[in-house]
C-alpha cells in the first residue's frame, strides 16, 4: 500500500525583548543560572503577572507578517501540567482566544513547485525552565532563567507532504521572523525551535492516521531528517500490520533515528482554564495600524525588488534575500556598484563559500561590505582581473586590510599594455615551439595552455581582453 504523509509544524520562537513577558526579569542569554528571575518567574505564593507591551507589538508583527487576522480581543490561560521546571506547575498560554489566526505561508521547492501553507494560529505564552542532567553525580538540577521569557507558537496546518516542504517552510518563517526583527532566529540557543507532527494515511484517503510528535527540533538538517526517518518508520509499522501509536518522541542526531519519550498528551489532559490574574487583551485597530505602518520589507517583496532593480535572475535574489543581513551587505555594496551581476556572484559563491568554511554568518565576515564595494570597484574598472581579485579577496579575509592598499603593495594592477603583452607573447611561443606547431595542425584547445602561460608570467594581471587578439594573430600568423 502507497502511503501519503501529512506533516504539521509548532514553531516556538523567542521574542526579542529585554525583559520577561510577565515580569522585568532580563532575557539575556548565558548568565549565571537563575540569575535572572525573581518571585513572579518563579512563581511564589501572591505575585502577580504584568503584561510587556512590546512582547504584544512584536506578536501582532508576527501576525501580519504571516497575513493573518489579528484579534482584538484574546485571553491568556493556565495551561496545567507538573515538571521541575515549571515552578507554578501551570504554564500561561493562550489557548481559546489565540492573538492571531488563518494566515498562510508560501513556500516553493524543486519536487512540488509553489505552494501555499496555511497557519492555524499565532499564540502567546511564556517559556519554561531547563532542567540539566548531571550524570556524574545522578542528579538533575533545574535553571529558571528561560523562565517567563515571552514565545510565540506559530502552528501550520497539516499542509505539508515531504521533508522538504517542512524545511522551505521553516526557513521561510525564519527568515521572515528575522527580517521584522522579532526573534534572533539562534537555533542553537533554542529562540527557534520546532516540533512536528506527522501521521501517514493510504493515498487518495482524506482522513488522518495516527500522528506522533517531534520535539523541540533546532535545526533545519535536523527536522528533515527526523521527518524522513519517522515517515519510514510508520510506514514499516503499517506494513506489518500494527498500529502507529501517539506518542512523543525525540530526534537522536548520533544515531540518526527517533526515540520514544513519553505518549501524547491531548488538549483536555492540560485542564486549560481562564488566568483569573490576566484581564482579555483587547487590541483596537489603532495599534494595528500602527504596528502595520512600522513593517519592513518582507523577503517575498525584497527578492521581487532585487529582481527588478539590479536584474538579478530568480536564484541569485532568493539566495541574497535569504537573510535580511545578507541582503543588507549586498545593498550596502550596490551603493557605489554598477554591475549588480558580478557583485551577485562574488557574494553567493566567494563570501558564503568563505563563511561556510570557516563556520560565520554574515554578521561575522572578516570582509565588510565597504572593502567588499572596493573590491569590486577594482574590477569594474578593469584595474585588476578576475584571478587576481580572488588573491586580494583572500588576503582581506586574513588581514581585514583595504584592497586598494593590497593591490598598490604588491603590485597587483592589471597589465593591459599592448606592446608589453606581444613581447611576452612571443617569448611564450619561442619557449613552446612543439605546442605551437601542434596547435597550427589542429589541436586548438591548445590555446588554453598558451592563455595560462601568459597568466602565469604575469601571475594573474594580464588583462585576457588584450592578451586574446594578441595571441590569435600570433598563432594564426604562420599558418
Sequence with gaps: MEFEPVIGLEVHAQLKTETKIFCACPTTFGNAPNANTCPVCTGMPG?????????????????????????????????????????????????????????????????????????????????????????????????????????????????????????????????????????????????????ANISLRPRGQTEFGIRTELKNLNSFRHVEKAIQYEIERQAYVLEQGNAVIQETRLWDPDKNRTVSMRGKEQAHDYRYFPDPDLVPLIVDKKWIQQVSDQMPELPDEKRARFMSQYQLSGYDARVLTSDIHLADFFEA?????????????????????????????ITQSPVPAKNFAALMKLLESNT?????????????????????????????????DSTELESLVESILTQNPDEVAAFRNGKTKLFSFFMGQVMKKTRGKADPKTVTPILQSKLNSEK
Excluded at 52 to 57: G, L
Excluded at 92 to 121: C, F, M, V, W
Excluded at 397 to 412: C, E, H, S, Y
Design 333 to 361: 555594496a550596490m551603493i557605489s556598484l554598477s554591475n549588480a551581476k558580478q557583485a551577485a556572484n562574488w557574494v553567493t559563491s566567494t563570501l558564503l563559500g568563505l563563511l561556510n568554511a570557516r563556520g560565520l554568518d
Design 47 to 195: 505575585v502577580l503577572p504584568v503584561l510587556n507591551k512590546k512582547a504584544v507589538t512584536f506578536a501582532i508583527k508576527a501576525g501580519l507578517a504571516t497575513h493573518c487576522t489579528i484579534a482584538q480581543e484574546s485571553r491568556f490561560d493556565r495551561k496545567n501540567y507538573f515538571y521541575p521546571d515549571l515552578p507554578k506547575g501551570y504554564q500561561i498560554s493562550q489557548y481559546a482566544a489565540p492573538i492571531a489566526e488563518h494566515g498562510h505561508l508560501d513556500i516553493e521547492t524543486k519536487d512540488t513547485g509553489k505552494k501555499n501553507i496555511g497557519i492555524t494560529r499565532i499564540h502567546m505564552e511564556e517559556d519554561a525552565g531547563k532542567l540539566i542532567h548531571d550524570p556524574v553525580r545522578g542528579k538533575s538540577l533545574v535553571d529558571l532563567n528561560r523562565t517567563g521569557v515571552p514565545l510565540i507558537e506559530i502552528v501550520s496546518e497539516p499542509d505539508m507532504h515531504t521533508p522538504e516542504e517542512a524545511g522551505a517552510y521553516l526557513r521561510k518563517l525564519h527568515a521572515i521572523l528575522k527580517y521584522i526583527d522579532v526573534c534572533d532566529g539562534n537555533m542553537e540557543q533554542g529562540s527557534f525551535r520546532c516540533d
Design 384 to 416: 585588476i582581473t578576475a584571478a587576481v581579485a580572488k588573491t586580494v579577496f583572500e588576503e582581506m579575509a586574513q588581514t581585514g586590510n583595504d584592497p586598494f592598499v593590497i593591490v598598490r603593495q604588491k603590485g597587483l594592477e592589471q597589465v593591459s
